[in-house]
Each structure stands twice: as C-alpha cells, then as structure tokens.
T-cell receptor
C-alpha cells in the first residue's frame, strides 16, 4: 500500500530533551515536507526537501532541523524542544512530476506535547 | 505572497442538506487550488484540485468546487450531506512564486469543521 508513515504518533516530552520524529514514504517521491498544525492557523510549512541532500526552510523553521540522506526518509529533529513546539505535525510527499499541481500525500500525524 | 481565507471555522448542516464551505484566495499569479479533508485522528486527504483546466472541478465523495477568478473564490459544495462527511476541511493554494521561496509549499486556510446532524 502506498503510504507515508510517521513515528511516533503521540509523544509527550520535557523541555530541552532532544527528539526525532521519523517520516518514511514508499512511493519513490522526490519531494517531502514537514508541516505543523495549530488551531486557527491551519498548516504551516516547517522544512521541505526537493531530493536527497537538498533541504530548505519553510515558513516556521526555527527550532527544527531536518535531513534527507535517503530518498524515502525525512526525519524532523527538535534539538531542544520548548512548549511552543507543542503541536500536531504532518509529513507529506509528492512525486514533483508536475511541480506545483502535484498532489501531496500526508502521513497520519504526530501529536507532540512539550512540558 | 499568497494567502487563503476560509469563512466560518464551524459549519453545521443537517443530513441531506447542501454543504457549502467557503474559500477565498489572494494570489499575484494564477493560482493552483486544493481542498483537503481531515477525518478525526487521520492525515489530510485530497478531495479535489484546480489546475487551470475546467473551472468546475469534481472530486471524491460527491464534492465539487468552482473556481471564480472575478470573486477570487474556490468554494466547496456537496448537494446532500452525509454523516460520514463530518470532518475538518482545508483550502490551500500552491506557492508558485519562484526566486528562492518555498517550492511546493501549500499555504492553507484556517480550516472549517463540518458537523452533520441526523
């Protein structure tokens, strides 16, 4: 089954404790992206990647890191989480064959709480 | 910069009634527009998209949307609501601005929660 998977689905942590949220897709997609969803704000892009070893900032990159060492994986790293990073996080991918009209496929989400 | 405004954070309809979810966009270039649906505890799923072909776009589950350039709108409709349509709906515009901005970024509206009453 074609899908985007994220782990963990739920995570409660404390301020300053480094964490990684994994994202993997099995569709051989070039493009991957991370969004955060907050009530009343919709989804906002954190980082994106056009291909292996190619990443760039989205609208709200502060406090986050990403890497793209393999085409299928795009982990999101919070080096020193803070309470304002409590949010629902989504990973998405697309083939980038048609560029801006491509459908993005979303993972199930990771609900992160930072105490 | 592009932006999306969804009018009404909550919409409530009776089963069998018309569903109308409003979306207005702001864009300096002809936009590519999307509607996504998010069911409880799930990721976003594409309902339909406008890519400058037909202005009336049909999607899954009986939904459709009409692109109206003069009104800068892309409202989502369904003639008859079903209980299974209860979800949160997001309108989004694809960022086509080049020159170092985010490629592939979707700019989302705030979302509209649809409630369907029996």
């Amino acid at each position: 089954e074609a899908q985007v998977t994220q782990n963990p689905r739920y995570l409660i942590t404390v301020t300053g404790k480094k964490l990684t949220v994994t994202c993997s897709q099995n569709m051989n997609h070039e493009y991957m992206s991370w969004y955060r969803q907050d009530p009343g704000l919709g989804l906002r892009q954190i980082y994106y990647s056009m291909n292996v070893e190619v990443t760039d900032k989205g609208d709200v990159p502060e406090g986050y890191k990403v890497s793209r060492k393999e085409k299928r994986n795009f982990p999101l790293i919070l080096e020193s989480p803070s309470p304002n990073q409590t949010s629902l996080y989504f990973c998405a991918s697309s083939p980038w064959t048609s560029g801006y009209t491509d459908t993005q496929y979303f993972g199930p989400g990771t609900r992160l709480t930072v105490l | 910069a592009q932006s999306v405004t969804q009018l009404g954070s909550h919409v409530s309809v009776s089963e069998g009634a018309l569903v109308l979810l409003r979306c207005n966009y702001s864009s300096s270039v002809p936009p590519y527009l999307f509607w996504y649906v998010q069911y409880p505890n799930q990721g976003l799923q594409l309902l339909l998209k406008y890519t400058s072909a037909a202005t009336l776009v049909k999607g899954i589950n009986g939904f459709e949307a009409e692109f109206k350039k003069s009104e800068t709108s892309f409202h989502l409709t369904k003639p008859s609501a079903h209980m299974s349509d209860a979800a949160e709906y997001f309108c989004a515009v694809s960022d086509r601005n080049a020159g170092g901005t985010s490629y592939g970024k979707l700019t989302f509206g705030q979302g509209t929660i649809l409630t369907v009453h029996p």
